[in-house]
């Protein structure tokens, strides 16, 4: 099982984009973090599982993008009609669990974001997935087999 | 700097990115990222390529 989300599933190209990948996110951790941490340090706008997956959303963002035009995120013998399908579905089912906090009035509750805001966050992660992974099957489609 | 030895090589064996790749294990878009001198491949997947490619270190990636 474990095998399956393993870093020897890359190539050795992957692995070094991926390296590249990882370094950004956490540089955007960590900018993130302090960025939540003194924002919320003013004025309390969110619960801190709320923060933390906003921070997480964000530096997720730089990896998933460098990744997938780097080709370095799918697996080759996978299928990716299965993925696509996957995060297509997660996006999406993260948005409307936040779109139903939203209309119960519990997405934010006296100016401060709720645990709801955490499934926005990472909904729109996920959506942002869909539509990176989309061009960047349109490029590869377009370019041919030997570009 | 584009590898056009190794492209030559490729071609003179009629085989595509896709095979090339599957023969050496990696992805086609590893292949197509060294012919287009997009990326420096360690010298364990150099000597795999040049085993499929039947070639020399020599002919396929040394650069006078």
């Not at chain 1, 139903?100 to 996920?126: C, H, K, R, S, W």
């Not at chain 2, 190794?6 to 990115?17: E, F, G, H, I, W």
Request: include cysteine.
């Amino acid at each position: 099982m474990w095998n399956k989300f393993s870093e020897d599933r890359y190539d050795e190209r992957q692995t070094a984009v991926r390296g590249r990948a990882f370094k950004w996110a956490y540089g955007t951790l960590l900018v993130a973090l302090v960025l939540y941490a003194v924002t919320d340090g003013v004025w309390d706008w969110c619960v801190p599982l709320a923060g933390c997956a906003a921070a997480i959303s964000v530096s997720l963002v730089p990896f998933l993008l460098i990744c997938i035009f780097g080709e370095a995120y799918w697996w080759t013998d996978v299928s990716r009609a299965g993925q696509f399908v996957s995060v297509a579905l997660l996006g999406s089912l993260n948005l409307a669990i936040a779109a139903v906090a939203a209309a119960n009035g519990e997405l934010v509750v006296d100016g401060v974001v709720q645990i709801g805001g955490a499934n926005l966050a990472l909904g729109l992660v996920f959506i942002l997935v869909f539509i990176a992974a989309a061009i960047q099957r349109h490029r590869l489609r377009r370019g041919g087999e030997d570009e | 700097m584009k590898n056009l030895r190794m492209k030559a090589a490729r071609a003179a064996l009629d085989l595509s990115q896709q095979q090339l790749a599957d023969a050496v294990g990696v992805t086609r878009q590893t292949i197509n990222a060294i012919e287009r001198g997009d990326y420096n491949p360690t010298i364990k997947l150099c000597l795999a390529i040049c085993r499929a490619l039947g070639r020399t270190l020599d002919e396929l990636f040394w650069e006078e």
